[in-house]
């Protein structure tokens, strides 16, 4: 009986640990090689509300087909994107190519 009870106060301390953590969200923006300015902007908006709600954001860019010959183009637009929102969070991963993905991390920063 003494046993049992000892597993129930395990579980309910558990479980208000539990409740108690936080859930890390990621959020993703996919931008193309040869992103334009407009779409750039819109894209870059949704990140600084992404980033402002404490949500993780990895961006990244996709590269289709016989894009892949623009890997600068990509990691020039992901560098550009991180500048930009060093206000809102700092890199935790610098762009990295994977396969025909360049993706980067960038963490929110904490609420003063």
């Not at 108690?20 to 407009?38: L, S, Y």
């Not at 779409?39 to 289709?64: M, N, P, R, T």
């Amino acid at each position: 009986m003494d046993y049992k009870k000892f597993l129930y106060e395990q579980k309910k301390r558990d479980k208000a640990l539990k409740a108690k953590a936080t859930k890390v969200v990621v959020k993703e923006i996919r931008f193309g090689p040869q992103t334009d300015d407009h779409d750039y902007e819109f894209k870059k908006k949704h990140a600084e509300k992404f980033l402002k709600e404490g949500a993780k954001l990895k961006a990244f860019v996709f590269f289709k087909g016989r894009s892949i010959v623009f890997k600068e183009q990509g990691q020039i637009l992901l560098l550009k994107l991180a500048q930009d929102l060093e206000d809102y969070g700092k890199v935790e991963q610098m762009p990295k190519l994977e396969g025909k993905r360049m993706t980067m991390f960038i963490a929110p920063k904490k609420a003063k």
